[in-house]
């Protein structure tokens, strides 16, 4: 089970030279790794993650996931490929305000319950008691902290055991005790649900948590010195 990109460039067109976001980006991690990313705002951290995730596609070179080019897949196949395979979590938490925290784990099985309704309820209740949320269920994001706002989007990014576990700035709008709590909540996650997990951060802290970890310096994915 393994995430592959080979040589990912990104590029956007400009009125004059095209500008360079990720040049060359080659990466290979198997289940159960985890890796943090490091750099400056601008660096390509974000695109490389949401390339890696699906949400937006390489100008050059290739990702696979389980030795599968999803990109090469039909839109419809390729909506249904990230949301069975991916899970999601970012700075924002995304939840939808008039949903309870049960409603908005379960929003990713909305798609396609195939008859699982009952099953998918009971992961769902059984994440949000790992994530320390038992007691919550049924309040609404507004009568939450920001901490537990983003321990209910770890919940919904695990609601359908994705191979791929990506979380952009999952901390960075948490204090210091809450980010360490998110992100030692989502090594234990990764651990137990055997992930690839990949996590974009400005904090060194959090990133020291982490087995591995790289930079991205200039486009580039370099190992942390």
């Known amino acids: 089970m393994t995430l592959c990109a080979t040589e990912v460039c990104k590029t956007y067109p400009t009125r004059g030279e095209p500008l360079s976001i990720l040049r060359g980006v080659s990466l290979t991690l198997q289940r159960g790794e985890a890796l943090a990313v490091m750099g400056p705002s601008g660096s390509g951290k974000s695109t490389l993650l949401h390339i890696l995730g699906t949400l937006d596609r390489p100008t050059s070179g290739t990702v696979t996931l389980e030795q599968e ?39 990713p099985t909305l798609v396609n319950r195939s008859g699982q309704i009952e099953a998918l309820e009971a992961w769902a209740r059984q994440l949000l008691e790992r994530v320390g949320l038992k007691e ?56 137990q649900q055997n992930t690839i997990l990949v996590v974009v951060t400005h904090s060194a802290e959090l990133a020291r948590l982490f087995p591995q970890r790289m930079e991205m310096i200039d486009g580039r994915l370099q190992p942390v010195a």
Request: glycine share 4%.
């Open 69 to 107: 080019d999803p990109f090469r897949l039909p839109e419809p196949q390729l909506a249904e490929f990230r949301n069975r395979r991916i899970g999601f979590v970012f700075q924002d938490h995304h939840l939808l305000p008039q949903c309870t925290v049960l409603e908005n784990v379960l929003i």
């Open 136 to 191: 919550r269920m049924q309040h609404r994001p507004a009568e939450l902290s920001g901490g537990e706002r983003q321990r209910v989007a770890v919940a919904r990014a695990l609601i359908h055991q994705p191979l791929l576990l990506l979380a952009d700035e999952p901390t960075g709008n948490l204090d210091r005790k809450s980010a360490l709590a998110v992100a030692e909540l989502l090594l234990e996650l990764h651990r």
